[in-house]
């Protein structure tokens, strides 16, 4: 399994995280979650993986951030960033909604375990669960 997934980790679109990048990291997970979460992230971006293509980030992946986050704007992007998370761990956490990483996961050999419901407390947010390629737990989207 680990074999086939290690191409990831040379698509030269994946670049490690950089602070030139930390602006439009912002703007992303706040257009993808609808909060300001970056006093959450900021402690686990220089652990980071981007994925860049034009000077433009289309996701970021955080390994040190819970169950490793990671937030995409393209399937593309979310599916690469997948493939290299999942060379080192065993599962993934997703919403239903995002279908562009239910098929990839279908395509390789794992098998869905149980399904949640996402909790809130407050104000329902606008957000974009088609873009969250894995959660970062529990806790916290």
Not at 4 to 27: F, G, M, P, R, W
Not at 127 to 134: D, G, K, L, T, V
Request: glycine share 8%.
């Amino acid at each position: 399994m680990k074999n086939q997934l290690i191409s990831a980790i040379h698509n030269e679109c994946i670049v490690k995280y950089s602070s030139a990048y930390e602006n439009q990291i912002t703007d992303l997970d706040h257009q993808v979650s609808g909060e300001d979460r970056m006093f959450h992230l900021q402690p686990h971006l220089s652990s980071g993986f981007v994925y860049v293509v034009d000077n433009i980030v289309e996701g970021y992946y955080l390994p040190t951030m819970g169950d490793g986050m990671i937030i995409a704007t393209t399937n593309a992007s979310g599916q690469a960033l997948m493939r290299l998370r999942l060379t080192t761990k065993d599962f993934a956490v997703f919403p239903i909604d995002n279908v562009s990483a239910a098929t990839f996961i279908q395509q390789h050999p794992f098998t869905e375990v149980r399904r949640q419901k996402r909790m809130r407390l407050g104000v329902k947010r606008n957000w974009q669960p088609e873009h969250i390629y894995n959660r970062i737990g529990g806790n916290l989207g």
